[in-house]
Nanobody, 127 residues
Framework: QVQLVESGGGSVQAGGSLRLSCATSGDPTRSVCVGWFRQAPGKEREGVAVLLTAPSNPYYAESVKGRFTISRDNAKGTLYLQMDSLKPEDTAMYYC????????????????????WGQGTQVTVSS
């Protein structure tokens, strides 16, 4: 039903920037809950930036607040993650994810609550 394809990852030096994109199909981003997650080797997948129902929208992990910005283009069905002031600890595989709305909106930031996933795009930040 819902398909997601990430792009925009790469290798950058600390302090650099990247913009990740997630093309969606099957459902527009406005009809489902969407967000960005990341997973480093040996670590659990964590929510990075997730679009939620107001007033708690958007959600950002404390480690990325002030540096990352999530946005979406509903007409194109595309989700974006602007990543600035990158740090080596941001190195991970980044995934976009989506799920049907629950309880009338979007309230979850845990990876386990999301059904549809992209293939991931690698982000590597060198010191």
């Amino acid at each position: 039903q819902v398909q997601l394809v990430e792009s925009g990852g790469g290798s950058v030096q600390a302090g650099g920037s990247l913009r990740l994109s997630c093309a969606t199909s099957g459902d527009p981003t406005r009809s489902v809950c969407v967000g960005w997650f990341r997973q480093a080797p040996g670590k659990e997948r964590e929510g990075v930036a997730v679009l939620l129902t107001a007033p708690s929208n958007p959600y950002y992990a404390e480690s990325v607040k002030g540096r990352f910005t999530i946005s979406r283009d509903n007409a194109k069905g595309t989700l974006y993650l602007q990543m600035d002031s990158l740090k080596p600890e941001d190195t991970a595989m980044y995934y976009c994810a989506a799920d049907q709305k629950k309880y009338g909106g979007c309230y979850f930031t845990d990876a386990v609550d999301y059904t549809y996933w992209g293939q991931g795009t690698q982000v590597t930040v060198s010191s």
